[in-house]
């Protein structure tokens, strides 16, 4: 549910709760105030578990002799997903043939199967196997995630 409309939410039950005091139009502005104050605050704890997640898929790879950098993942997870671990792409011709990109690199299903890196988790929205399974699959296809500019 987006910010605004828990917010809305939030305004709804505490008017019907309060004897007055804060018009409606006031008590939203608070709302969503600590709400955008909230997500300010947790911008720096996304940055850091995305780094944490590349770091340890950079390690993986490292161990399974699979190119790429740091900056390479980063440019790309950021392109695919906004570090959203939970991405599912529901309108590109993948999903059209019933099989949606998933997860922080945007890994279709059959891809990560054949891709995946052992060692990692099966699950195609775990950060570690989803990005380590498509630096795999981009090191095959292109030599390195390094090498991705655009979608792959």
Request: hydrophobic share 45%; aromatic share 10%; glycine share 8%.
């Amino acid at each position: 549910m987006p910010p605004s409309a828990l917010a809305k939410r939030f305004v709804s039950k505490v008017l019907k709760s309060s004897a007055g005091g804060l018009t409606a139009a006031a008590l939203l502005l608070v709302v969503s105030n600590v709400v955008m104050s909230a997500q300010a605050f947790a911008a720096p704890a996304a940055d850091k578990r995305i780094g944490g997640w590349i770091k340890h898929a950079l390690l993986v790879m490292k161990d399974n002799g699979i190119p790429g950098s740091y900056d390479g993942i980063y440019r790309n997870l950021m392109r695919e997903s906004s570090g959203d671990v939970f991405a599912i792409n529901l309108w590109d011709s993948n999903a059209k043939a019933g099989i949606p990109s998933k997860g922080l690199m945007q890994v279709i299903d059959p891809t990560f199967r054949a891709y995946h890196v052992a060692g990692t988790s099966w699950d195609v929205y775990d950060p570690i196997a989803n990005i380590s399974a498509a630096c795999n699959y981009a090191a095959h296809r292109y030599g390195s995630i390094d090498n991705v500019n655009g979608p792959y």
